[in-house]
Protein backbone atom coordinates (compact mmCIF):
# COMPACT_ATOMS: atom_id res chain seq x y z
CA UNK A 1 0.00 0.00 0.00
CA UNK A 2 0.91 3.40 -0.77
CA UNK A 3 0.66 5.30 2.55
CA UNK A 4 1.65 8.61 0.95
CA UNK A 5 -2.12 8.41 -1.19
CA UNK A 6 -3.71 8.36 2.35
CA UNK A 7 -2.70 11.54 3.54
CA UNK A 8 -5.44 13.69 2.34
CA UNK A 9 -8.37 11.25 2.76
CA UNK A 10 -6.70 10.33 6.34
CA UNK A 11 -6.14 14.66 7.08
CA UNK A 12 -9.29 15.25 6.02
CA UNK A 13 -11.05 12.70 7.83
CA UNK A 14 -8.68 13.68 10.84
CA UNK A 15 -10.39 17.48 10.56
CA UNK A 16 -13.65 16.36 10.86
CA UNK A 17 -13.01 14.14 13.63
CA UNK A 18 -11.06 16.15 15.97
CA UNK A 19 -12.87 19.43 14.98
CA UNK A 20 -16.02 18.90 17.10
CA UNK A 21 -14.55 17.89 20.20
CA UNK A 22 -16.59 17.53 23.17
CA UNK A 23 -17.88 20.02 25.54
CA UNK A 24 -15.64 19.18 28.23
CA UNK A 25 -16.49 15.27 27.29
CA UNK A 26 -13.82 13.43 28.96
CA UNK A 27 -13.51 9.64 27.57
CA UNK A 28 -11.16 7.24 26.23
CA UNK A 29 -11.51 5.10 23.13
CA UNK A 30 -10.19 2.95 20.21
CA UNK A 31 -10.11 4.18 16.77
CA UNK A 32 -9.66 2.67 13.48
CA UNK A 33 -8.86 3.96 10.55
CA UNK A 34 -9.90 1.61 7.44
CA UNK A 35 -8.40 2.26 4.03
CA UNK A 36 -6.98 0.06 0.75
CA UNK A 37 -7.69 -3.22 2.90
CA UNK A 38 -5.71 -2.05 5.26
CA UNK A 39 -6.60 -1.09 8.90
CA UNK A 40 -4.51 1.21 11.22
CA UNK A 41 -5.80 1.13 14.91
CA UNK A 42 -5.22 3.68 17.93
CA UNK A 43 -5.79 4.00 21.18
CA UNK A 44 -7.57 7.94 21.81
CA UNK A 45 -7.92 9.77 24.79
CA UNK A 46 -9.63 13.27 24.78
CA UNK A 47 -10.57 15.83 27.47
CA UNK A 48 -12.13 18.82 26.64
CA UNK A 49 -9.80 20.56 23.69
CA UNK A 50 -6.92 17.85 24.28
CA UNK A 51 -6.71 15.28 22.45
CA UNK A 52 -3.90 12.18 22.52
CA UNK A 53 -3.43 9.11 20.17
CA UNK A 54 -1.26 6.22 20.41
CA UNK A 55 -0.45 4.28 17.42
CA UNK A 56 1.44 0.70 17.03
CA UNK A 57 3.85 0.89 14.56
CA UNK A 58 4.45 -1.48 11.65
CA UNK A 59 7.83 -3.38 12.68
CA UNK A 60 7.50 -2.16 16.28
CA UNK A 61 6.93 0.98 17.93
CA UNK A 62 4.51 3.78 19.31
CA UNK A 63 3.65 7.19 17.19
CA UNK A 64 1.97 9.54 20.15
CA UNK A 65 0.74 12.67 18.81
CA UNK A 66 -0.95 15.20 21.44
CA UNK A 67 -3.15 17.71 20.11
CA UNK A 68 -3.64 21.15 21.97
CA UNK A 69 -6.63 23.11 20.62
CA UNK A 70 -7.28 26.06 22.63
CA UNK A 71 -3.09 26.48 22.19
CA UNK A 72 -3.32 25.64 18.60
CA UNK A 73 -0.10 23.34 19.11
CA UNK A 74 0.24 19.52 17.92
CA UNK A 75 3.22 17.55 19.52
CA UNK A 76 4.24 14.44 17.87
CA UNK A 77 6.16 12.29 20.33
CA UNK A 78 8.86 9.47 19.69
CA UNK A 79 8.93 7.87 22.97
CA UNK A 80 12.46 5.30 21.84
CA UNK A 81 14.28 8.69 21.19
CA UNK A 82 12.53 10.54 24.31
CA UNK A 83 11.84 13.55 21.88
CA UNK A 84 9.60 15.33 20.52
CA UNK A 85 8.57 17.69 17.36
CA UNK A 86 5.94 20.75 17.90
CA UNK A 87 3.74 22.10 15.03
CA UNK A 88 1.37 24.81 14.59
CA UNK A 89 -2.30 23.38 14.77
CA UNK A 90 -4.52 25.95 12.74
CA UNK A 91 -6.37 23.53 11.37
CA UNK A 92 -7.25 21.21 14.04
CA UNK A 93 -9.24 22.94 17.01
CA UNK A 94 -10.92 21.27 19.49
CA UNK A 95 -13.65 23.34 21.63
CA UNK A 96 -17.23 23.11 22.83
CA UNK A 97 -18.44 24.78 19.71
CA UNK A 98 -20.51 22.79 17.18
CA UNK A 99 -19.60 21.02 14.14
CA UNK A 100 -21.98 23.04 12.01
CA UNK A 101 -20.49 26.44 13.46
CA UNK A 102 -16.71 25.12 13.45
CA UNK A 103 -16.69 23.90 9.86
CA UNK A 104 -18.72 26.93 8.73
CA UNK A 105 -15.69 28.50 6.94
CA UNK A 106 -13.86 25.02 5.14
CA UNK A 107 -18.04 23.17 4.08
CA UNK A 108 -21.24 23.34 3.80
CA UNK A 109 -23.02 20.30 6.00
CA UNK A 110 -26.02 19.16 5.42
CA UNK A 111 -28.11 16.59 7.77
CA UNK A 112 -28.68 13.48 6.48
CA UNK A 113 -30.81 12.57 9.43
CA UNK A 114 -30.14 10.55 12.77
CA UNK A 115 -28.61 7.39 13.72
CA UNK A 116 -27.22 5.14 16.63
CA UNK A 117 -23.48 4.41 16.60
CA UNK A 118 -21.63 1.86 19.22
CA UNK A 119 -24.87 3.01 21.57
CA UNK A 120 -24.73 6.84 20.37
CA UNK A 121 -27.41 8.87 19.25
CA UNK A 122 -25.72 10.65 16.01
CA UNK A 123 -26.63 13.36 13.83
CA UNK A 124 -25.26 12.33 10.06
CA UNK A 125 -23.87 15.05 8.03
CA UNK A 126 -22.84 15.17 4.91
CA UNK A 127 -19.30 17.54 4.21
CA UNK A 128 -19.35 19.52 0.94
CA UNK A 129 -15.53 21.19 1.14
CA UNK A 130 -15.40 24.60 -0.24
CA UNK A 131 -11.41 24.21 -0.88
CA UNK A 132 -11.27 23.61 -4.30
CA UNK A 133 -8.19 21.11 -2.51
CA UNK A 134 -10.40 18.97 -0.34
CA UNK A 135 -12.85 18.46 -3.35
CA UNK A 136 -10.63 15.42 -4.28
CA UNK A 137 -13.09 13.71 -1.71
CA UNK A 138 -15.89 12.80 -4.12
CA UNK A 139 -18.13 12.57 -0.70
CA UNK A 140 -17.56 12.74 2.95
CA UNK A 141 -20.16 11.84 6.01
CA UNK A 142 -19.97 11.63 9.90
CA UNK A 143 -21.99 11.03 12.59
CA UNK A 144 -21.77 13.13 15.30
CA UNK A 145 -22.48 11.68 19.12
CA UNK A 146 -24.86 14.47 20.41
CA UNK A 147 -24.10 13.54 23.88
CA UNK A 148 -20.72 13.82 23.47
CA UNK A 149 -20.86 16.67 20.59
CA UNK A 150 -17.98 14.63 18.98
CA UNK A 151 -17.91 12.56 15.53
CA UNK A 152 -17.75 9.17 16.37
CA UNK A 153 -17.48 8.36 12.78
CA UNK A 154 -16.38 9.30 9.31
CA UNK A 155 -16.51 7.98 5.79
CA UNK A 156 -14.71 9.44 2.93
CA UNK A 157 -14.49 8.50 -0.50
CA UNK A 158 -12.53 10.15 -3.19
CA UNK A 159 -10.34 9.16 -6.34
CA UNK A 160 -7.60 6.85 -3.98
CA UNK A 161 -10.43 5.33 -2.44
CA UNK A 162 -12.63 4.97 0.23
CA UNK A 163 -11.08 6.03 4.19
CA UNK A 164 -13.04 4.81 7.14
CA UNK A 165 -12.89 6.43 10.57
CA UNK A 166 -14.66 4.81 13.38
CA UNK A 167 -14.59 5.61 17.37
CA UNK A 168 -15.25 2.13 19.10
CA UNK A 169 -15.19 1.08 23.13
CA UNK A 170 -15.99 4.25 24.46
CA UNK A 171 -15.77 5.07 27.70
CA UNK A 172 -16.58 8.06 29.58
CA UNK A 173 -14.58 8.53 32.45
CA UNK A 174 -11.72 11.67 33.81
CA UNK A 175 -9.00 11.51 31.79
CA UNK A 176 -5.48 11.62 33.53
CA UNK A 177 -4.30 15.55 32.40
CA UNK A 178 -0.58 13.92 32.51
CA UNK A 179 -1.60 11.91 28.96
CA UNK A 180 -1.64 15.23 27.41
CA UNK A 181 2.01 16.49 28.60
CA UNK A 182 5.22 16.44 27.12
CA UNK A 183 7.71 14.32 29.68
CA UNK A 184 10.43 16.31 30.93
CA UNK A 185 12.97 14.01 30.17
CA UNK A 186 11.87 14.65 26.30
CA UNK A 187 14.47 17.43 24.50
CA UNK A 188 12.95 18.88 21.55
CA UNK A 189 13.36 17.96 17.81
CA UNK A 190 13.23 19.94 14.68
CA UNK A 191 14.52 19.79 11.17
Known amino acids: MNWKRLVLPVAVLSILIFSGSAFAAEFKADMAVETGGETITSKV ?13 PGGGVNISIFDGARGVMYVLMPEEKMFMEFPNDQIVLGDEDIEKKLSGEADLKKLGTETID ?62 EIPKDYNKFSF
Open 45 to 57: YVSGSLMRHETKI
Open 119 to 180: GYQCDKYEVIYKDPDMRDMDSSVVWVARKLNFPIKGVSEGKDGTVIVTYKNIEEEAIDRSLF
